[in-house]
């Protein structure tokens, strides 16, 4: 398998004087998901934990629900013209009776570890269709716990401390506890990855939990969230206008600058168990 970073030489410049020294960066390279031996997207994501980024891609998609509706993922021997692999070609295999995904889902151009929705075929496949109403969850969290998760998040990055250039996605319990977390250089890898480990699991639809991400909250994100049956979603930095729509259309809790002590709850505030609120401030 591919490495998670990379080491280069740079020169490096600081007040006083300069000197080349070894870096340590993110590694990047592309991966190709098939379905059944038919190529279906590229994506450029960091090597690790391929499985369950594949999977967790095909539970965005609509695809697949449950761990039983694959049949098997494995990295395609031969992917090279001599015969070799380089381990960045995986192909999933679907149980039986599990519809293929449809020539609409195919991307027309690589998927940038940036932007996961570049080259779609069409925007109204964005919109797939849950299998799971995150509208009718009972959670409830309180804002002292939701507070604690960036610190929570960010202690749990292992490659982030050597590269500062990996984004994080943390599963979380309602009390705060850390399920899962993935990093990745797309932070739509990581979420895939999370939502892939969970598929794996036999863990879907993850009610009753929190998607933390370390960067913003876009319109995918939100997707990612509520195909996997995630009921809270809550980012560092801001969400989109579109990411707030699609939420408050599917009863998603959003959240997001949510740093030390503050946060902006965009839909779904009655999630929050939050002490008194201070008067609005008017707008304008």
């Not at 109204?124 to 507070?147: H, I, K």
């Not at 739509?188 to 480990?197: C, L, T």
Request: hydrophobic share 45%; with cysteine.
């Amino acid at each position: 398998m591919g490495r998670v970073t990379r080491r280069r030489r740079v020169l490096r410049v600081r007040e006083g004087g300069s000197a080349y020294r070894p870096d340590t960066l993110a590694a990047e390279e592309p991966m190709e998901i098939r379905v059944g031996g038919r190529p279906l997207t590229v994506t450029m994501r960091t090597p690790g934990d391929d499985f369950d980024l594949a999977a967790g891609f095909l539970v965005s998609e609509g695809v697949v629900h449950a761990a039983g509706d694959v049949a098997g993922i494995r990295y395609c021997a031969g992917a090279t013209s001599d015969g070799g692999n380089t381990y960045n070609v995986v192909d999933v295999v679907l149980a039986p009776g599990v519809a293929a995904p449809d020539a609409s889902l195919e991307r027309n151009f690589y998927t940038t570890s940036s932007c996961g929705l570049c080259g779609k075929a069409s925007l109204d496949a964005v919109r797939t269709t849950a299998a799971w109403s995150v509208a009718e969850d009972p959670l409830r969290v309180g804002t002292g716990v939701l507070t604690a998760l960036p610190d929570r998040l960010r202690a749990a990055q292992k490659v982030f401390d050597s590269t500062g250039g990996l984004h994080a996605a943390g599963l979380f319990s309602a009390g705060g506890e850390l399920v899962c977390l993935r990093e990745d250089v797309g932070r739509h890898n990581a979420v895939d990855k999370v939502v892939g480990h969970a598929l794996r699991e036999g863990l879907l639809p993850l009610r009753g939990t929190v998607l933390m991400v370390s960067g913003r909250a876009s319109f995918e994100l939100v997707q990612k969230a509520v195909m996997a049956g995630i009921p809270m979603l809550a980012a560092v930095s801001a969400p989109s206008s579109l990411a707030v729509d699609l939420a408050a259309e599917s009863g998603l809790t959003l959240v997001g600058f949510l740093r030390g002590t503050s946060m902006n709850v965009y839909c779904g505030d009655d999630r929050l168990e939050a002490g008194p609120v201070a008067a609005a401030v008017p707008a304008g």
